[in-house]
Every structure is written in C-alpha cells, then in structure tokens.
C-alpha cells in the first residue's frame, strides 16, 4: 500500500485542496491482486488505490469513456506476420499506466483512509491525473499514449485504433497496445532498441523480454515458427465446470447432431450455459475447429435446455 501511494505521490497525480462550494468528493478504497505468470504461479501480490467510480455522475464528473484495444484478430495477424517474416515479439508493461492520463474534468476524491494529512483531514484531493476507477480513466490514458505515439513517428492504424506502424526506409515496427501492455516486433533491430528508450524515456516500464504470455495466450517463439495455445485456460474450464475427468471425445459435435430451439425438453441453467460458451468462444482464438460447434450451441442461449447443454459439454470433453 505504501508503495502505491508513494508512486501516485510521485507522479503529481493530485492536489490538497477545499472542497469547492457545490461539489461533492467521490470516494476511493483498496483493491488488493495476485499477479499470475504463464505457469500458473503468483509473481507477486499488489495493492490498488481505486477510485468508486459507479458513484461518478455522467456530465459531472466525465464525459467520454470509451477506449480502443487491440482486437484479438489483429494479434493473430500480428503473430503470423512475425513469424511468416521471423521477426521476435517483445512485450512490455506500463506500470500503473492510467496515472498518466491526463485529466480535463474538475474530479474531486476523499482522501484513503490511513493517509489523511494530519491537520487537514476535512480536505479533498483534486485529480490532476487518473486514478484506476474512474469511468474515463481509460479513454484519458489512451490519448496520452497515442499523442505520445504520434510525436515519436508511429502512424495509427486506421482500421484498428490500438495498433502502431513506424516504417524507415524498407524497415517497419509494429506495436500493438492493450489497456497497459505492448506487444511489438519489427525489421530493425535499432527501431526496436529506440522504441523501448522513447517509452523508457516517458514512462516506468516493465521490459518482459520475448513475449511468453498475452491474454491468456501461451507464445512459444523458435527459429522454425512461432506456437500458440490456450492449454493452462483450457484446463481452467474443465475445471471450473468440473469435467477434469471427463471422457474424451474425437469430435467437438456428434455426427448428424441437429438442435432446435424448441425441443420440449427440460430446461437448462442459462447463466451456466452462457458462461460456457463465453469461455468456449475466447478459447477458439487458438482453437478454430472449435468455431463450428461453438458457434451452433451459442444460438440457444435465451433459452437453453438439457439436450444443448450436453452439446456443449460435449465440446468439453473433446477439449
């Protein structure tokens, strides 16, 4: 705790200041989160500052809110590109990235418990910057990144808002930007090394070396190609549905099967049933044989009754 509080002290994320007449202060708590690795592992433990934001009042306290991310499509082609051209993929972190954006609305917070300033407790914080909570703390990071691509050269992909393009001469570096992770691969072994020092330069970073690990993604990256797979997600399914044990199938749908809407047949649990193809539709962004079957289940979701729901556990099984 002590340590986020210093960094947000550190980067002049806000100011003690009186409540204006007429304003009212949004409250803050802690959130407290285990950092997994690609094997599964706790990296470490991490306190959050976090503002409450489902008290902001739309028009008050923000206006817009919406940010671009990387779509998962995008990262795939980004992936074949770097592996049809042998190009390695970096990742790198920004640590507490939305304590960068910058905000343009007057957003008072309360001070957090246990760090009030001793002698002016009834004071406010007036954010200079975001905190982690608030509504438009995403859009507000987003665009100062963004800006901070633009100066150094990097040219924004028009059809996917998240993605950068740096070219020199022949060469090219691409980046790809989700929330507070980057993945980027290039040509140019100097566009690489000069990419990490302007970002190193503006910002604290993580460098995380070749990425391992996006997403829920397990990379692999050798000279004869580049392997992806979801393995430790899809063992997290079967768990979560308790079909650890299951029997194993050869096929994700029984040949000849054909699902109707109105069957007659006993209801399922359709919030069960649609967190199961929730999960199944993320884990086809490795497995697309996957589609077909999950494609056809996920039609029957308003509604589902015991004969779909043994379709999609059946999809279980052949995971």
């Given at each position: 705790m ?13 100011e003690?200041?009186?409540?204006p ?10 959130v407290?989160?285990?950092k997994?690795?690609?094997e599964?592992?706790?990296e470490?433990y991490?306190?959050r ?8 009042k739309?028009?008050?306290?923000y ?14 082609l980004?992936?074949?590109?770097a ?12 640590k ?5 954006g910058v905000?343009k609305?007057?957003?008072?917070v309360?001070q957090p418990?246990?760090y009030m ?5 009834k004071k ?5 910057k975001a905190?982690?909570?608030l509504?438009?703390?995403?859009r507000?990071?987003?665009e100062?990144?963004d800006e ?8 924004q ?13 022949k ?6 930007l989700y929330?507070?992770?980057?993945i ?7 566009l690489?090394k000069?990419?990490k020092?302007?970002?190193?330069k ?16 397990e ?9 992806i797979s979801q393995e430790r ?7 979560k549905?308790?079909m ?12 000849g ?11 399922a ?5 649609r967190?199961?193809?929730?999960s199944?539709?993320y884990?086809t ?10 494609g056809?289940?996920?039609?029957f979701?308003?509604d589902?009754?015991y ?6 556990k ?6």
């Amino acid at each position: 705790m002590d340590e986020e509080f210093e960094a947000i002290e550190r980067n002049r994320t806000w100011e003690l200041t009186n409540l204006p007449e007429g304003a009212q202060p949004v409250g803050v708590k802690w959130v407290y989160k285990k950092k997994i690795n690609a094997e599964g592992e706790v990296e470490r433990y991490k306190a959050r500052l976090v503002v409450k934001g489902y008290k902001q009042k739309e028009g008050v306290d923000y206006d817009e809110v919406f940010a671009p991310v990387t779509r998962m499509e995008s990262i795939r082609l980004l992936i074949s590109l770097a592996a049809q051209r042998h190009w390695k993929i970096l990742q790198m972190d920004v640590k507490s990235a939305f304590l960068n954006g910058v905000l343009k609305e007057e957003v008072y917070v309360e001070q957090p418990l246990g760090y009030m300033k001793r002698g002016d407790e009834k004071k406010v914080l007036r954010l200079r910057k975001a905190l982690y909570g608030l509504k438009q703390a995403p859009r507000a990071w987003n665009e100062r990144i963004d800006e901070y691509f633009m100066k150094n050269g990097y040219e924004q992909c028009p059809y996917e808002h998240a993605l950068y393009i740096k070219k020199s001469g022949k060469d090219m570096m691409v980046v790809a930007l989700y929330v507070d992770d980057l993945i980027f691969t290039g040509s140019n072994a100097k566009l690489i090394k000069e990419f990490k020092e302007i970002m190193n330069k503006e910002f604290e970073m993580t460098d995380l070396g070749l990425m391992e690990y996006f997403l829920g993604l397990e990379v692999k990256q050798s000279d004869e190609g580049i392997f992806i797979s979801q393995e430790r997600y899809a063992l997290e399914i079967l768990k979560k549905f308790k079909m650890e044990d299951c029997n194993p199938v050869s096929t994700p749908m029984e040949p000849g099967t054909k699902l109707s809407k109105f069957d007659g047949g006993e209801r399922a649990d359709s919030g069960r049933y649609r967190s199961l193809v929730g999960s199944l539709r993320y884990l086809t962004s490795t497995r697309p044989e996957l589609m077909l079957s999950v494609g056809i289940t996920s039609r029957f979701m308003e509604d589902p009754s015991y004969t779909h729901w043994k379709a999609l556990k059946r999809i279980l099984r052949y995971v």
